[in-house]
């Protein structure tokens, strides 16, 4: 097989900047293009009184009679709130619902996929047929047949998200109330001139089904509070911002509730002004200890992405890139990504996690696995089509060929595929806090929040910023800096880090629009980590002017 990376080490080395969370918007009407609105059985008047089981059964009947080896069905009601205020004004309130069916069929060992709105029993089967028909056109004579790793049938599933509040119950003037009287809490510092704040949620009704004879249903929700205070300085000759406040989480309104947003929004909007004040860096090498509010975004850059097999594989190679992991027989077991006490924890199953699911996109039951073990690359995020790649691997360390439960559609109107779990540096064996590691770090700079970021096709080279920047001299913080960005190469990187936080020091952040495919998805996904300090990084200033 040829890849794209082969293609990409033949005709030169491209670039790319990789679209992060908080840089994507949501896809607010992807179905639009395929009705307005669903149909109903006759009978029939909402998606709860929708009889699921039945249709899903004859979307399977209908793809086997059309020649189906095996097919999945996915029936789903996907919801998006977004309220968005900018000091006392709501700017912008938007409610998005879509409904409808997706349905994969494998025929000759080749994928076709189809989508209906169209939500009866005729419907469905005709929609099933053309996933089929796809399927028989998308054959190419001599390629290696798609092969699907099994997993176990669970006939009557269900689950749902960690949350007790549903925010689609709660009015929107209640959300709007709360943004606005955090707003003016910010603006009574001097010199805060600006202050946005939104709240968004996402609530998915999944319902799948298989050949296998799985029939899962779940419920899932996910919340997010972003929120900006920017300062101005009197001359205004500068500006600064304190954003990315509230990480999102797989969790409901209760979580926005206990963010108490109006207790801090003076304590943001303050370190907003503090910015304006703080000392430009120096360039140099530094130690840097890192938060984990701004760790986890360097761990799904450097680690998330390279080590999803599709894109180390070259499958990703049009969509910011392929991966320096990579090709997998000359990595895995081999490859030093970091220090012997680094384990990166792939998890589907952590409570709060933004792609915590009880069963992915292919029936297969969330699990937690090792994507690096005691600082070596020990697996890569699969479905059930790629565990078979790795057949080898498997058999070497004597495990099953199995899927890690990686696959994921954004919408029931689109394929799924291998989507990035939630990827975690597991805490260090000794209780160590953030402040312990400072109190241990001679020289350095503390890095606190997520900020902009730059990094290459191979997840490679990078640079990252932040949200604040404290100098630390012996051991204590003894200011604020600004202008702050540090340069790496991933393995040089990691393999610096030389202390971690202890377990009551774990924390996740999370990204909610995370890009990835073609025709493109947005997946949400959260990463939890300790702080941790990595010696000797290069610290660039990104104020200064040639």
Sequence with gaps: MTSRR??????????????????????????????????????????????????????????????????????????QNFVVTRER?????????????????????????????????????????????IAKANAIPGAPPVVLAPAPAYPDAHWKS????????????????????????????????????????????RNYANTDGSVITQTVIRSWLPFAATAVSPDFSDFQVRTNVVQPAGRGYEYIQAQDIVGNARKWGEEAAEKLKAKPVEVGRYDLVLHPTHLWLTIHESIGHPTELDRAMGYEANYAGTSFVAPPEKV???????????????????????A??????????????????????????????????LAWWYEKQGKPVRSHGCSNADNWSSVQFQRMPNVSLLPGSQERSYEDVI????????????????????????????????????????????DVAYQMRTPDFWNAMDMIGGPKSYQMGASFFDGKGQPGQIGSVSHGCVPARFRNINVINTGRKA
């Excluded at 349905?103 to 005709?126: E, K, M």
């Excluded at 996109?361 to 690096?372: M, P, Q, R, T």
């Design 6 to 79: 082969d293609f990409l080490k033949q005709g030169g080395t491209a670039t790319a900047l990789a679209l992060a969370g908080n840089a994507l918007l949501p896809t607010l009407d992807r179905a639009a293009s395929l009705g307005a609105s669903p149909v109903y059985p006759r009978g029939v008047h909402a998606f709860e009184e929708l009889p699921i089981r039945e249709l899903l059964a004859a979307a399977l009947a209908a793809a086997r009679s059309a020649g189906a080896s095996w097919a999945d069905a996915r029936i789903g009601r996907y919801r």
């Design 89 to 133: 004004q709501i700017i912008n309130v938007v409610d998005t619902d879509s409904i409808g069916i997706g349905i994969r069929a494998l025929v000759n060992g080749a994928w076709g996929f189809a989508a209906s709105q169209t939500l009866t029993p005729d419907g469905v089967a005709a929609a099933a047929r053309e996933a089929a028909a």
């Design 162 to 205: 960690a949350y007790t509040i549903d925010p689609f119950d709660i009015p929107i003037e209640q959300k709007a109330d709360l943004l606005i009287r955090a707003n003016a809490e910010a603006m009574k510092v001097a010199g805060v001139k600006f202050v946005n704040s939104s709240m968004f949620f996402v609530k998915e009704d």
């Design 332 to 354: 895995l077991g081999q490859l030093k990504y970091g220090p012997s006490f680094m384990n990166i924890q792939g998890d589907r199953t952590q409570e709060g996690g933004c």
């Design 356 to 389: 915590t699911i009880g069963w992915d996109d292919e029936g297969v039951k969330a699990e937690s696995f090792l994507i690096v073990k005691d600082g070596v690359l020990n697996d890569y995020q699969t479905s059930r089509e790629q565990a078979p790649w």
């Design 439 to 482: 109190a241990a770090t001679d020289r350095g700079i503390a890095i606190v929040g997520d900020g902009s970021f730059s990094i290459d096709q191979q997840r490679y080279n990078a640079q990252f910023g932040g949200q604040l920047f404290y100098e630390i001299r012996g051991g204590r913080i003894v200011g604020m800096l600004k």
